[in-house]
């Protein structure tokens, strides 16, 4: 079992730049794949980005290819969402998620641990 606490969210203009983490705690965190997802008020949650355990390969959802970067730094157990050039769009509550996976990306759908979430606003 692995838990997600997710920090860093806030209020920033269009155009502004914030840096999500995630703190796990529990096994090895380096056998997880891990992601973040977002849900805005009145929609599905959808998918934003992942990273594998190595923290070689990513994959991310087309909306926010070329302005988040998914990283992360297994000596602190801690995945981070580098996110800039911020729409009014991408306003919405962004969660953790993490998969057991040593070696490449779970399926978008695997992922069976999650943070609370913590809330993106961005004005316009």
């Known amino acids: 079992q692995v838990q997600l606490v997710e920090s860093g969210g806030g209020l920033v203009q269009a155009g502004g730049s914030l840096r999500l983490s995630c703190a796990a705690s529990?096994?090895?965190?380096?056998?997880?794949?891990m992601a973040w997802f977002r849900q805005a008020p009145g929609k599905e949650r959808e998918f934003v980005a992942a990273?594998?355990?190595?923290?070689?390969?990513?994959d991310y959802t087309n909306s926010v290819k070329g302005r988040f970067t998914i990283s992360r730094d297994n000596a602190k157990s801690t995945v981070y969402l580098q996110m800039n050039s911020l729409k009014p769009e991408d306003t919405a509550v962004y969660y953790c998620?993490?998969?057991?996976?040593?070696?490449?990306?779970?399926?978008?759908?695997?992922?069976?641990?999650w943070g609370q979430g913590t809330q993106v606003t961005v004005s316009s």
């Open positions: 529990g096994r090895t965190f380096s056998n997880y794949a």
């Open positions: 998620a993490a998969r057991q996976k040593i070696f490449g990306l779970p399926s978008r759908l695997e992922y069976d641990y």
């Open positions: 990273i594998k355990g190595s923290g070689i390969g990513t």
